[in-house]
């Protein structure tokens, strides 16, 4: 292979296919052993045992603790929900007697659709490697369907470990249809990123509702207690309680976890016996509520008012979502043991408790769950409130930190600093920026609303809508991955969709009685995400298409060799396919190379995890005397970029691997090529050690770290609209936020950065 030849694969990865050596039929044609498969095809085995193994040993001791920890974390909101449903469905007041019944077999039933078979059963079955949220779907989607925005897929990606997806063997015409119409239409997948959007942005909107609704609910107890609290003691208690709860979070979720797990067990043990003393004590017969007869006579009695009373009756679901959002920080099975075995069971006995306390009480529907509970039990009863609502907004927060990992490590956020909290529990993180946020828009809701009545209207707009959004994407992912028999699809879409759908007609009745809150919350948040993703995307486009070629660069290389400096030089980019354009323009103006060169190319799959084996892959820029590399570093999105491990000392080890393998692969086409081609092995192995002693070498002179600080600009003769998006709303963002090296903590005393302007 000549050295053109060879430098024009370089600059596109692309698939590439000649004829083995030792091919069998003599018309048969086998893809090329490309070098940058080197790596991921040789460990991903590798990976699979040792996965394995990992997972054999201690696994139920493991999963024990993480469905003990889940009960501190994922529960808190879903289980404070009896503090606030019983008020927000009457809140005008009880009418009849069996509407108590009807509003019962309401909530029993909507608690077994949707938080148990709809999120315990199915949704959690579409996680992605072990981590869940709106971008977990999405990135499913993705990996089976061309249906992102940025051009960076490659052909290398297939054979990571974790990228693979498990499909049926029988394939369906329908999935082949909806997948040639998602990549074939630009509105598509315009549409599923905004609907990703969305969703996100819905769930860190819960992040905020759910702190306020908890403590000003569990506070509220205060009232019937004692007249000296007034509302607005309860309220500045409530944003003090807040204040030390966010205040807590650096401490991540596995201490967090561990804290609150036996406060959240004391309650739900509490509410559930508490609920059975009520059902034994007031009216046994109040469990005939499990006949859904009693929701059809609610509606024949109150008609319109009982289509408006689902707004209250879906905040016994309040929640749910953390149950697929926090995923991630523990396991599907731990999830689903906690919810089986405590969550579901506590919780319906706690409302079939009130039900039965108000079957005698009507008046205290008010305050129904202090109300209902025995005097002794009083005060104890609400300090445990007080911690479980405190704990309940967890969920969420965890939930929220979660999927901006996701969507920041796809393109779609700002760049923010992401702790990794645990070391056993890789999903576990805390954002310190969002973080505060989070508590100040927590205060300020607090503050604003002042009552559980606005926020719950609030809340529940934001809970149905993730909610659909969710099957909504469930429903794509059982056609295109599961391949599911279409009457199952059918039956999951006219009954748990279609009940979504009609408690979501009810919550936007009440949009201007709070309801406005959280679609203010997303299009704040949809406005920052879509700026940051479109320019993001842009810039993608002006490098690919100002890429530097393969024979520029030994051009450029040529031109400076006699001015080469000892050392190790590393450029950054987030170009995959090709050299990016501030090279050049380096060059022009520091006419002095180092003795080796890597163009590195961070790239974030639209997978959960990269194992570290597999991290890396490397192409030589030929010839081979340049010595220069190109090398992309793939990460999923829920990766920590910062290792314990310095970057640079892993970059050069799995070079040096590179360098070595690169040798024992032969590419040949035909045999007389393979004749002229074949080198003695002593020479080889001299070669080898040449190469690896010049890398060493070039380490120990020292490395530098070339960034490229780009300008962003719209381009003359732009719109208005280009402009603001660009100049004024993007590049604010930039200049308040993160810069790349502190992202990958990139040392600041041996980095050097590049200016250059792109004009889009």
């Not at 909101?77 to 009896?82: A, I, K, V």
């Not at 959007?197 to 000003?216: E, F, Q």
């Not at 003393?277 to 059809?296: E, Q, R």
């Amino acid at each position: 292979m000549s050295s053109s030849d060879a430098a024009a694969t370089i600059h596109v990865l692309e698939e590439e296919e000649v004829v083995t050596k030792n091919q069998e039929p003599a018309n048969k044609v086998l893809r090329r052993y490309d070098s940058l498969d080197i790596e991921s095809a040789k460990l991903a085995r590798r990976y699979h045992h040792a996965a394995a193994a990992s997972t054999d040993n201690g696994g139920w001791v493991v999963l024990v603790q993480l469905a003990f920890q889940s009960i501190g974390v994922v529960y808190g909101d879903l289980g404070t929900s009896p503090l606030y449903v019983f008020p927000g469905v009457f809140s005008n007041g009880i009418k009849d007697e069996d509407d108590i019944l009807g509003v019962l077999s309401l909530i029993l039933y909507t608690l077994t659709l949707l938080p148990v078979l709809k999120y315990v059963f199915i949704v959690l079955r579409a996680n992605d490697n072990g981590d869940g949220g709106t971008f977990a779907l999405y990135s499913l989607i993705c990996r089976y369907a061309k249906v992102g925005l940025i051009p960076s897929e490659e052909m290398e990606d297939q054979n990571v470990s974790t990228f693979q997806l498990e499909l049926p063997d029988n394939r369906t015409q329908r999935a082949s249809k909806l997948k040639s119409k998602l990549e074939n239409s630009t509105f598509t997948k315009y549409f599923l990123l905004f609907a990703t959007m969305l969703g996100t942005s819905m769930l860190i909107g819960d992040g905020v509702l759910t702190p306020c609704i908890s403590v000003l609910s569990s506070m509220s107890g205060l009232k019937l207690a004692t007249q000296a609290m007034t509302e607005d003691r309860i309220v500045w208690a409530s944003v003090g309680i807040l204040i030390f709860l966010f205040m807590i979070q650096r401490f991540g979720t596995d201490k967090v976890g561990y804290t609150f797990a036996p406060i959240l067990s004391v309650w739900f043990i509490l509410i559930s016996g508490i609920g059975l003393y009520n059902i034994i004590k007031h009216d046994p017969l109040v469990i005939k509520a499990i006949n859904p007869k009693y929701i059809v006579d609610y509606f024949r009695r109150n008609q319109k008012e009982a289509w408006i009373s689902l707004g209250g009756v879906v905040l016994s679901t309040t929640g749910t979502e953390a149950l697929f959002a926090d995923v991630g920080h523990f396991s599907v099975r731990a999830i689903q043991i906690s919810t089986c075995s405590v969550v579901y069971p506590s919780i319906m006995l706690a409302y079939t408790g009130q039900a039965s306390y108000l079957r005698k009480h009507i008046s205290d529907v008010d305050n129904a769950f202090y109300a209902s509970i025995p005097g002794r039990m009083y005060w104890p009863m609400f300090v445990v409130a007080v911690m479980a609502s405190i704990i309940a907004s967890q969920s969420l927060i965890s939930g929220t930190f979660s999927i901006i990992q996701q969507s920041l490590s796809l393109g779609c956020f700002p760049r923010v600093k992401v702790v990794h909290t645990s070391t056993k529990y890789p999903g576990q993180v805390y954002i310190p920026e969002i973080n505060y946020l989070l508590m100040l828009a927590c205060i300020f809701v607090t503050l604003g609303f002042r009552n559980t009545t606005k926020i719950g209207n609030a809340y529940g707009i934001a809970v149905v809508f993730v909610m659909a959004l969710t099957s909504a994407f469930l429903v794509l992912i059982m056609i295109l991955i599961w391949k599911t028999h279409v009457l199952l699809i059918l039956a999951y879409v006219f009954t748990i969709f279609a009940i979504e759908l009609v408690y979501l007609s009810s919550v936007l009745y009440k949009f201007d009685q709070g309801g406005y809150l959280p679609l203010a919350f997303a299009m704040f948040l949809m406005t920052i995400m879509f700026v940051w993703n479109d320019v993001y995307r842009r810039k993608y486009h002006f490098e690919l298409q100002h890429k530097i070629s393969s024979e520029k660069v030994k051009e450029i290389v040529d031109e400076t060799n006699s001015q080469r400096l000892p050392g190790l030089a590393i450029f950054y980019s987030e170009l995959v396919h090709g050299i990016p354009p501030i090279f050049k323009h380096y060059v022009a103006n520091v006419p002095v190379l180092h003795s080796i060169l890597v163009f590195v190319s961070f790239k974030s799959l639209p997978i959960s995890k990269v194992p570290i084996e597999e991290r890396f892959l490397f192409r030589r820029v030929q010839p081979k005397e340049l010595q220069v590399f190109r090398c992309v570093v793939r990460y999923g999105y829920t990766d920590a970029r910062n290792e314990e491990e310095p970057f640079e000392k892993m970059l050069v080890e799995r070079l040096k691997e590179f360098i070595r393998e690169g040798y024992c692969i032969r590419e040949v086409q035909n045999e007389e090529e393979e004749l002229s081609e074949i080198a003695n092995e002593d020479e080889l192995n001299e070669q080898v050690v040449r190469d690896v002693e010049y890398l060493d070498k070039a380490w120990r002179c020292g490395v530098v770290h070339l960034m490229g600080e780009q300008e962003v600009v719209a381009a003359k003769g732009a719109n208005v609209v280009k402009r603001l998006l660009i100049d004024y709303g993007y590049n604010f963002l930039k200049r308040n936020l993160r810069q790349t090296n502190n992202v990958f903590d990139i040392p600041h005393k041996r980095m050097l950065k590049v200016g250059m302007t792109y004009e889009l």
